[in-house]
């Protein structure tokens, strides 16, 4: 032990957890990394496998149990989850000594306060998905978009993968202009490009339409890659409407200066996505302080204080940034 | 028997299957409607009891059976079918004595025969999905669309329906124009318009995108009436924008005067879509004669005819159609 508090912060995605370790004046004492956290998207197992090797790397590093920790906070996409619904994850924490208390945050917060210890501020992450939120009195006051790959996360990681199948296709079905996502795309799949037609269809077509169904459709955010490296103008359009999609969501939640934080890997660089988002946001963008974050382990990690009663301030968020920086 | 040649054609669709019985002379002598008919959406077992269905009820009304058939044509979306990928209904078929050929066919082609014995011509589709062809020496020579809910069928049922779903998210995120769609697709979904928020957001939008996301996206399509009724701007919009599409991806089929079958329950009738449709192909309309058909089920027939090596004439057309509206 040694240590007066030790409290827990997840940053639980989709793809990987991060865990951050840390004392009570937000010195961060030990970072893990484990396997897909999010129950919704991977099932309670799997999650739970993730958030459990992120935590055992996280303390390894340091001298302390789960049962020397008072709160761990869970930041993570969709819906916060109450205790009923985090029985399965509290299950697995109190087998391993866990005998603190257990709260579900959104990732969105966790993205704003990895970049930002004010109490007023936007946060907007485009990754797979796209959501903006305006945090007031250190809470989420107002939520755009979010909405999902089939309904809205416009201008996200899924919705530019999505263009980029649908210029592919089209210019394959000879509706759309060419364009070099579609070499990118066949290559990609593994297709040869061929000039084989049947009932007047370029075969090939064919060979793509099926590949692309065989995806689980919020896997087309994995072709969002090929826009930002096809380098043409259909590709350079599709970047530029996600950009402007996205300053309109942020825009929704717009209520006077403050801090945006950026999150999701769609708008943390330097980008044509980024260009357009900070054109079409315009002079709304005017007393906006924009300021990229890679994840938010550190904002998990600064929920977790707060969950544990700790007054956070700027210079609480530069201790645990500097810290965790010097970790990983 | 009494009969020379007896065929059947099969109009197989992904809610219902229609059987046609004809003579060598294109009189049809029998008519059923069996349930599921296609293998890709329903699996093979309920799509041959939907076959076998709509088969027995056409040979109840004749004093034949399946022994006496030579050629049976099958009419369906998706890809040609070859030999091997049609053991599942001939298997189900030779059980009940069918000694004959058995053939399977676009349901494109049997939308066109349906409404044209000409070799040369046109038909489009949009009922779920949506695709456009043309027919040269009585074959499909070119093909536009088609691709799917996810990749294209613009203008199609499935297109209407989640323009309906999105217009709607987006009026209670705030970020579209008040809509009729709304209050039509809460009822729809059967849920209570309340304005308690969390986070800022409108509960009403959380349930409505849960109530969207436990559907299979292509059942967004049962959505694309709540358009033809709201009769607002949105949904006019809506209603123009596909017509528009759908004249597009006819466009990119034409070549010359020629029929043009329309075939789907958002083209065959009058309607802001068709007028939509006819608006946005001007010119390029002359020498088009429209032929709104209600399905299939003709054309199959006719399509049976052609593959027992029967000489099919417009004649032989007007024979089979009327002699059909005689028996439904």
Request: net charge negative; proline share 3%.
């Given at each position: 032990?040694?240590?007066?508090?030790?409290?827990?912060g997840l940053d639980a995605g989709?793809?990987?957890t991060r865990a951050v370790?840390?004392?009570?004046?937000?010195?961060?004492?030990?970072?893990?990394?484990?396997?897909?956290g999010?129950?919704?998207?991977?099932?309670?197992?799997?999650?739970?496998?993730?958030?459990?090797?992120?935590?055992?790397?996280?303390?390894?590093?340091?001298?302390?149990?789960?049962?020397?920790?008072?709160?761990?906070?869970?930041a993570m996409?969709?819906?916060?989850?109450?205790?009923?619904?985090?029985?399965?994850?509290?299950?697995?924490?109190?087998?391993?000594?866990?005998?603190?208390?257990?709260?579900?945050?959104?990732d969105?917060?966790a993205?704003?306060?990895?970049?930002?210890?004010?109490?007023?501020?936007?946060?907007?992450?485009?990754?797979?998905?796209?959501?903006?939120?305006?945090?007031?009195?250190?809470?989420?006051?107002?939520?755009?978009?979010?909405?999902?790959?089939?309904?809205?996360?416009?201008?996200?990681?899924?919705?530019?993968?999505?263009?980029?199948?649908?210029?592919?296709?089209?210019?394959?079905?000879?509706?759309?202009?060419?364009?070099?996502?579609?070499?990118?795309?066949?290559?990609?799949?593994?297709?040869?490009?061929?000039?084989?037609?049947?009932?007047?269809?370029?075969?090939?077509?064919?060979?793509?339409?099926?590949?692309?169904?065989?995806?689980?459709?919020?896997?087309?955010?994995?072709?969002?890659?090929?826009?930002?490296?096809?380098?043409?103008?259909?590709?350079?359009?599709?970047?530029?409407?996600?950009?402007?999609?996205?300053?309109?969501?942020?825009?929704?939640?717009?209520?006077?200066?403050?801090?945006?934080?950026?999150?999701?890997?769609?708008?943390?660089?330097?980008?044509?996505?980024?260009?357009?988002?900070?054109?079409?946001?315009?002079?709304?963008?005017?007393?906006?302080?924009?300021?990229?974050?890679?994840d938010g382990a550190?904002g998990a990690?600064?929920?977790?204080?707060?969950?544990?009663?700790?007054?956070?301030?700027?210079?609480?968020?530069?201790?645990?940034?500097?810290?965790?920086?010097?970790?990983?």
């Amino acid at each position: 032990m040694g240590y007066d508090t030790l409290t827990i912060g997840l940053d639980a995605g989709g793809t990987s957890t991060r865990a951050v370790l840390t004392t009570g004046t937000g010195e961060c004492v030990g970072f893990g990394v484990g396997g897909r956290g999010n129950p919704t998207s991977s099932g309670v197992e799997i999650a739970g496998d993730g958030v459990m090797a992120s935590i055992a790397a996280a303390l390894a590093a340091s001298s302390a149990t789960l049962a020397d920790v008072s709160v761990i906070a869970t930041a993570m996409a969709g819906q916060r989850i109450g205790d009923e619904e985090g029985a399965w994850l509290m299950a697995r924490l109190s087998a391993e000594g866990f005998a603190g208390r257990l709260v579900f945050e959104s990732d969105l917060a966790a993205t704003y306060f990895t970049g930002s210890a004010e109490p007023f501020g936007y946060a907007i992450v485009a990754g797979t998905g796209a959501c903006a939120v305006r945090i007031e009195d250190g809470s989420i006051a107002a939520t755009a978009d979010g909405l999902g790959w089939l309904l809205g996360d416009r201008g996200s990681g899924y919705w530019i993968g999505h263009r980029v199948a649908r210029a592919v296709v089209r210019e394959l079905d000879h509706a759309g202009p060419r364009t070099a996502l579609t070499p990118a795309l066949l290559a990609h799949l593994g297709i040869t490009a061929e000039t084989a037609r049947r009932e007047g269809r370029l075969q090939v077509l064919d060979q793509v339409v099926e590949a692309l169904y065989a995806l689980r459709p919020i896997e087309l955010a994995a072709l969002a890659p090929l826009a930002f490296t096809a380098a043409d103008a259909v590709a350079e359009r599709i970047l530029h409407r996600a950009g402007a999609h996205l300053a309109d969501t942020l825009a929704a939640v717009l209520d006077g200066p403050g801090p945006v934080v950026l999150g999701g890997s769609v708008l943390c660089r330097d980008s044509p996505v980024r260009d357009a988002f900070v054109r079409r946001l315009g002079a709304a963008a005017d007393g906006l302080d924009m300021r990229p974050v890679v994840d938010g382990a550190v904002g998990a990690g600064l929920l977790a204080l707060r969950a544990a009663g700790v007054a956070v301030s700027p210079e609480t968020l530069a201790r645990l940034s500097g810290s965790l920086a010097g970790m990983r």
